[in-house]
């Protein structure tokens, strides 16, 4: 009984992601051949490039050729066995078992690699199952991202505490809590007035607690209001510079608020009719101090010219 003798064969598959300029080159170097030479063995056509080999050389002929981007096929060599063993199981081989490649849908018989598209079978699987696994887990992941646009409810208000730091408030309302906060204080400096009256230690304790609680409130209203503007609540410690800081203030008096929600939440409520009345008083205060004050200064400037 003589040894079992194999071919090579291939019919121009290449594998997957190689571009045919490059399988021509890396053919024709790895048989030290022109590149013309062998593009014919390309043409799509079965052709045998190598017989008479064991079973280990054609399997290192099939794995050296799938590196340099070509499918090739080991086949039993019929015409260099002549043996009724090898013609058997040549015939044993065509009616093996048979697949369907996962990719092109080609029926062939069961191999490790598709002969039509040249794919590995079980790297392929692999990945559709990998795929498949992802696409499962995101979409019964309860922290995926949502499918549907998350749409924002245009009547949405926040809500209005004076406490805390957390919301926004607007310019009506930043003025007439402000002229509030004011009239607040001055029953509080009454009372530490008559406090220092009856002992100087009492009277300065009750001043300080009130301060911290006056400058605690205020900077929580004015706060708020930055927030109202878009701007960051820390944008508050500018006031303390010389100038720069009365500006900033009136800037925080006129600046118009955000339309809408912004990162410091929803819009506040519409003004309440004492919140007007409020902010309309304040108008008529400063407009008022406004023209004493420019009619003061004629009045001088008159009496001092005389």
């Not at 995101?138 to 409810?153: E, G, I, K, N, R």
């Not at 301060?211 to 820390?234: E, F, N, P, Y």
Request: glycine content about 8%.
């Amino acid at each position: 009984m003589t040894d079992t003798h194999y071919k090579i064969t291939m019919d121009g598959s290449l594998a997957p992601g190689v571009t045919l300029e490059f399988a021509q080159d890396n053919f024709a170097r790895l048989f030290k051949t022109d590149v013309s030479a062998v593009k014919q063995l390309f043409s799509g056509g079965p052709t045998v490039i190598k017989r008479g080999i064991s079973e280990a050389e054609a399997d290192k002929y099939v794995h050296a050729l799938f590196n340099a981007g070509v499918v090739a096929r080991k086949e039993l060599d019929l015409a260099a066995n002549l043996s009724l063993e090898s013609i058997e199981s040549e015939h044993d081989a065509d009616n093996g078992e048979r697949m369907t490649c996962p990719k092109c849908e080609t029926e062939q018989t069961r191999s490790e690699m598709c002969a039509n598209c040249g794919i590995v079978i079980a790297k392929f699987n692999h990945y559709q199952a990998q795929a498949q696994q992802a696409t499962t887990s995101t979409a019964a992941s309860p922290y995926a991202s949502p499918l549907a646009m998350v749409v924002q409810d245009d009547n949405e208000v926040g809500e209005l505490n004076i406490w805390g730091v957390n919301g926004r408030i607007g310019r009506m309302r930043y003025v007439a809590w402000s002229m509030v906060y004011s009239l607040a204080i001055l029953p509080v400096a009454l009372i530490c007035a008559l406090a220092f009256n009856i002992s100087t230690w009492l009277g300065g304790l009750l001043a300080v607690v009130a301060l911290i609680a006056a400058m605690i409130v205020g900077v929580q209203i004015s706060v708020k209001r930055l927030h109202d503007i878009g701007w960051s609540g820390w944008l508050l410690l500018i006031a303390l510079v010389p100038l720069v800081g009365s500006i900033f203030q009136i800037i925080t008096f006129v600046m118009p608020g955000t339309k809408g929600s912004n990162l410091y939440g929803p819009p506040p409520p519409e003004n309440s009719q004492a919140v007007k009345v409020l902010f309309w008083i304040w108008v008529a205060v400063i407009g008022a101090a406004f023209v004493i004050g420019i009619i003061t200064g004629m009045l001088g400037a008159m009496l001092s010219g005389q």
